[in-house]
């Protein structure tokens, strides 16, 4: 399963993919904030909350325009779902052509 995580200033919004089918999403206030242990925590709850098994994750994917969030967050999936996240960010080649 793929985890991802839109990191903005107010809220993340993520969502779980099996393959292509869209699980579910979820939006999370001030989470910029929160440390390694409380986003894994969180996290793994709404998995569960959805029916979803934690172990079941396998990727993690994250963009954020809030720089200070993304160590927390690689923290956190490393700990909680032994899982490097790709993380979207300038430089970083997707194969996409940006004029």
Known sequence: MLFCLDVGNS????????GDRLLFTFRR???ARASSD?????????LRENGVDPALVRQVAICSVVPDA???LRNCFLKYFQAEPF???PGTKTGLKIR
């Open 11 to 18: 809220q993340t919004f993520g969502g779980v993919y099996d």
């Open 29 to 31: 206030t001030g989470s």
């Open 38 to 46: 409380e986003s894994g925590i969180f996290f793994r709850t709404v």
């Open 70 to 72: 993304v160590h927390s």
């Open 87 to 89: 993380v979207l960010q």
